[in-house]
């Protein structure tokens, strides 16, 4: 196997894994846009509490990284940020 191949394919790993993080994002939030409603309380989750449910440390570096990503996620359109800070999953247009 060429270096291009190796290099494609290590490509190719890295967004499956990023493909499964996401997943499970939306799967955290969507489990707790649910509670929220069920408890006719606030919807959406801060960084902190969103890489908690994900299972990282509440220490600056990891809730910072899981900021970062969802941020991410906002900016492609996979999520929403209703308020500064909060996130959830994107509403369906229409």
Do not use: H, N
Not at 73 to 88: C, D, M, N
């Amino acid at each position: 196997m060429g270096f291009l191949e190796a290099r494609g394919t290590a490509v190719q790993v890295r967004v499956e894994e990023l493909r499964e993080e996401a997943e499970r994002v939306l799967a955290e939030l969507a489990e707790a846009e649910a509670e929220a409603e069920a408890e006719a309380g606030g919807s959406g989750l801060r960084a902190r509490e969103l890489a908690g449910r994900l299972g990282l440390e509440w220490v600056p570096a990891k809730v910072e990284g899981a900021r970062s990503m969802v941020k991410r996620l906002v900016e492609r359109g996979w999520l929403a940020e209703e308020r500064p800070g909060v996130f959830t999953p994107r509403r369906a247009a229409g």
